[in-house]
């Protein structure tokens, strides 16, 4: 069912240069939703200025997270915000998501903040302790822009069953960037698919690079009801 909650910032912290995430305290409420799914979010005194957001956190944590980069009026303005300050949030919305009826092997493909979605995925299949393999495949464009390395690090170090791959689409000079460089193309996919007719796709990130990745994944055999994405415009 779709709620509206009162949501107080708990933390800020700088992923990136343009990018933050907010830790929002869920201490008084317990709020629902599946991973990889997204709520609109607006500030008490506008109505009417909305945006929607991914939950970067697992149900299974205590806290509501989202991570964003600044881009236009919602971003700017949420950026300006405080510890302490309140926004408000509706939800959950939205059929990308995970659940533990999904026995098969997952493909995690994510552009840019599209790792959002994937990593609440990624972190309640490991709370839940799921027996899928999970792979992840994450595309930016430089080593700065990386989010969430250490989590990504950290769940290769935890977990026998999961693998990924951080692949850097703008190289550059002085980088001493030591792990793939490229886009994610059709042979980085197969390499890292365990069974064509069998595993589920969840990919997120801007259109160009989500219709790539699933025109890619449906030339190499995959059907339409293996593939879940969430686009976000562009
Ligand atoms: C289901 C869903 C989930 C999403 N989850 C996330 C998420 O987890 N994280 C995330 O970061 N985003 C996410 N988004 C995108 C998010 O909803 C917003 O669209 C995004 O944050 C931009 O909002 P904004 O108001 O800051 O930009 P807007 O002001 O709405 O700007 C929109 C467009 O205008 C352009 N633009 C605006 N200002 C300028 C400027 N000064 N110069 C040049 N171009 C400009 C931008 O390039 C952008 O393309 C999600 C979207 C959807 C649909």
Redesign the pocket.
Known sequence: MVEEYTLKIKEIVNETKN?KTFKFDTSSEKIDFKPGQ?FMFRFKEDEK?K??????SSPTQKSLD?????????????FEAKVGDEVIAQGP??K?FFDESMKQNLLLVGGG??I??LMSIAKYWQDKNLNNKLNLLYSVKTPKDIIYEDKIRELNKDNFDFDSIITITRPEEGDEWQGRSGRIDKELLEQNIKNIKDDLFFICGSNEFSRSIISMLEELGASKEQIKA?????
């Open positions: 990018v997204f200025l945006r929607a957001y991914s939950i970067a989202i991570t964003l980069n600044l881009v236009g009026v919602f971003t700017k303005k949420l919305f939205g990308f903040t599209g959002t979605p969430d686009i976000w415009g562009e």
